[in-house]
């Protein structure tokens, strides 16, 4: 008698799946998390002119955590890929990690940068990983940038190694090691891409990178400069953090044991400027568009998208909502989020946006019932979001002789949110409790003024926020 075993699930590696060759390691990706998974990775799986012949292979770095990439290792860099529409799920094999390192593994990302065959570096470390200071100029008096100064400066003056002189923390650190030993090996130019949700994400890259690299040593500073692209990249795909279950489902699905697939939305977008000095994947027939000028893209993402975002992550949590989902399906909440967008869309002119037809794919995307996006996840480094998101949006109507009420909402929700908090989720939590436990009426200024230092100054912005601040509570 036999006994069939076909419900017990296989292990999930290039032996076991049947999957095209790796490819060669020719993009680094630093920052290894779902979206870099559910976005970069699915576009260059898809613009790949041979499926069974794939010619450009992702060496992803983890960020922080070594957890991800250890468990992508175990399994030959393969993942599942849920993309999870309102009704159904489809679930797709993604072939392009072909090395997953943890952020420890700096030799080998140096190697890789400094490799002729390297020909982008794309980036998505958050928002706030970039130390930048006003108007994303390079600062080195942030401590975090001034620590890898100092190790950077000692390593290059030669007293001795990096090794003994200790590693770089920060992202920008890091990548300046491997372009000095680019540009000692002279392997020419590559393009850099931030894929972070921030405004001028190419100008956020840069200052980061060249500023540290110039301030490190000139002449690096202007080899960077005159070898080195930094791309303007608008990025969009919702990817909630992948909740447990998902391996259930894979596992009934697909009939593999994958430790780490990644849940997504079906639509995606990347709009993307500028030069790429070693070439690229073909991402535009995946659907990427190359633009000429990005600026109206990305405003309309940051400020619609995750600007509704923000303010549902406080507002909505506020009023007991867990997801994007319950609070798109309060009336109050859609109502705030409808009137935000008015705000906006004032501001979004530019010809071909097609405003409308945005704001009716955001409602359905954020009412997918089978997306847990998890409030608390966007609540996550406010500080530094609102001043993309809301900020610009609430400028922009005062400037117009309008009260912006709606943005002024979103920041208004964030300062009741934080109300009474002695532990807060963001990268800058220092700042954010310093100005928190004040008196009331000084509270909500001082918090003001971690986002912007010229609306705290106007009274009457103070005032309003104040309003808003009690109405929410
Ligand atoms: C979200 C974004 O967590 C957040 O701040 O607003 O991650 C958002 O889901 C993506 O930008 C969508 O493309």
Redesign the pocket.
């Known amino acids: 008698m036999t006994t069939s075993n076909t419900t017990e699930p296989r292990p999930f590696n290039r032996s076991t799946v049947d999957v095209p060759p790796a490819p060669q390691p020719r993009l680094v990706h630093i920052g290894l998390g779902a979206?870099h998974r559910a976005h970069q990775l699915w576009y260059t799986q898809h613009s790949e002119d041979d499926a069974a012949h794939p010619q450009w292979g992702y060496a992803s770095f983890s960020g922080r955590s070594a957890d991800l990439a250890n468990a992508l290792q175990s399994q030959d860099g393969l993942y599942t890929l849920v993309e999870r529409g309102p009704d159904s799920d489809e679930y797709e094999v993604i072939n392009g990690i072909v090395e997953a390192h943890p952020a420890e593994n700096v030799s080998r990302l140096w190697e890789l940068l400094a490799a002729p065959s390297t020909a982008v570096l794309t980036i998505t470390v958050t928002e706030a990983a970039y130390n930048l200071g006003e108007g994303l100029a390079f600062d080195p008096e942030q401590s975090a940038v001034a620590a890898d100064l100092e190790t950077l400066k000692a390593a290059i003056d030669g007293a001795f190694g990096l090794s003994e002189a200790g590693v770089p923390a920060t992202m920008a650190g890091k990548v300046v090691v491997g372009l000095a030993e680019r540009r000692r090996q002279d392997a020419g130019g590559l393009a850099v891409v931030s894929c972070d949700?921030l405004s001028a994400n190419d100008l956020a890259a840069h200052n980061a990178i060249q500023g540290l690299a110039a301030a490190v040593d000139p002449e690096l500073g202007a080899w960077v400069e005159e070898n080195v692209s930094f791309v303007a990249t608008s990025?969009?795909?919702?990817?909630p953090r992948t909740e447990d279950s998902v391996l259930a489902d894979v596992a009934r699905e697909t009939g593999y044991t994958d430790q780490v697939p990644v849940v997504t939305e079906p639509f995606r977008s990347w709009v993307l400027q500028g030069e790429f000095p070693a070439g690229r994947p073909d991402w535009e027939k995946a659907g990427a568009e190359f633009v000429a000028d990005i600026e109206p893209f990305e405003r309309r993402?940051l400020w619609l998208?995750?600007g509704s975002?923000?303010l549902m992550a406080y507002a909505g949590q506020l009023r007991g909502h867990a997801t994007v989902a319950e609070a798109i399906g309060d009336p109050v909440c859609r109502m705030w989020v409808e009137e935000f967008w008015d705000e906006a869309a004032q501001h979004l002119t530019t010809p071909g946006l097609d405003v409308p037809d945005y704001r009716d794919a955001l409602l359905d995307r954020f009412s997918n019932p089978r997306i847990a996006?998890n409030l608390a996840?966007?609540a996550?480094d406010g500080s530094t979001?609102l001043q993309m998101r809301a900020v610009p949006v609430l400028k922009a109507e005062r400037q117009a002789g309008r009260a912006g009420t709606a943005a002024a909402r979103a920041i208004a929700a964030w300062i009741a949110y934080l109300d009474g908090r002695t532990e807060v989720s963001d990268a800058r939590s220092e700042l954010v409790l310093e100005a928190n436990p004040k008196p009331v009426d000084e509270r909500v200024r001082a918090l003001i003024a971690v986002l912007d230092a010229e609306l705290a100054q106007q009274e009457d912005v103070v005032d309003q926020i104040n309003e808003l601040v009690d109405s929410l509570k």
Not at 235 to 239: G, L, N, V, Y
């Open positions: 979206f949700n990025i969009d795909r919702i990817t993402k998208l995750n975002h923000s996006h996840q966007i996550m979001k």
